[in-house]
């Protein structure tokens, strides 16, 4: 009898050490954090955040919505306060946002080095997107997909690396091919992506 009782005693502390083991192995893992798995596994679609746009004044005058997708990242844009007609619209490199100029927000997300332009055939900037066009109102919604970037962390073309991004509105059309960034005029609106 105090044979068999031994026995149980061994096989339930056993038992109690594998469950626990396994658990701290995983808090190990994860830093003790909660990690959420991406809603579509390995390729991190789906992965989302929103960027409010601020003006010269440091006032919000619109957002961004970012997804990831498995074509690169999809950009909505709301935006208000904008003279009529085309504007250029790039990611920059820094995620600092600072007014009235917003120049801390740096030159064109550029990982690969290329030249600037969608027209360019040394191009583009991986941060080089179509221009947005403004109604008579001053408000503007567009949405486009920018296929050389990814909010996946760890990689070179990631929005959301150490020094963080920019989304920036310029006053004026970007041209596709000038360097280095288009003749698109100032920067009229900022939006720190990731820092």
Same mark, same amino acid.
């Given at each position: 009898? +105090? ?13 109690? @050490? ?7 192995? @995983?808090?190990? =893992?994860? $830093? ?6 991406? /809603?579509?596994?390995? $390729?991190?679609?789906?992965? @989302?955040?929103?960027? /409010?746009?601020?003006?010269?004044? !440091?006032? =919000?005058?619109?957002?961004? +919505? ?7 990242? =999809? ?8 003279? %009529? ?8 490199? *820094?995620?600092?946002?600072? /007014? %009235?100029?917003?120049?801390? #927000?740096?030159?064109? *997300?550029? /990982? ?14 991986? !941060? ?8 008579? @109102?001053?408000?503007?919604? #567009? ?11 760890? =990689? ?7 020094? !963080? ?9 970007? $041209? ?9 005029? #100032? +920067?009229?609106?900022? !939006?720190?992506?990731?820092?």
């Amino acid at each position: 009898m +105090r044979i068999k009782m031994v026995a149980m005693l061994t096989v339930l502390c056993l038992g109690i @050490s594998a469950c626990s083991g396994t658990e701290q192995d @995983s808090a190990n =893992k994860n $830093d003790g954090r909660q990690v959420k798995a991406d /809603p579509v596994a390995g $390729d991190g679609a789906g992965k @989302s955040l929103t960027v /409010p746009l601020v003006n010269a004044k !440091g006032k =919000k005058s619109g957002e961004a +919505r970012l997804v990831q997708t498995s074509d690169g990242v =999809k950009i909505h844009v709301q935006a208000s306060g904008l003279k %009529p007609g085309k504007h250029g619209i790039h990611i920059h490199e *820094f995620g600092k946002c600072t /007014p %009235p100029d917003f120049k801390s #927000a740096g030159e064109h *997300f550029n /990982p690969f080095g290329k030249q600037h332009g969608l027209a360019n055939p040394k191009g583009p900037h991986a !941060g080089d997107l179509p221009n947005l066009v403004v109604g008579k @109102s001053g408000e503007v919604e #567009a949405s486009f997909t920018a296929k050389y970037v990814t909010l996946k962390q760890g =990689k070179n073309n990631s929005l959301l690396d150490a020094d !963080g991004s920019a989304l920036v509105i310029h006053a004026d059309p970007d $041209d596709n091919k000038s360097q280095p960034s288009g003749n698109s005029g #100032a +920067r009229v609106l900022c !939006g720190v992506i990731g820092k």
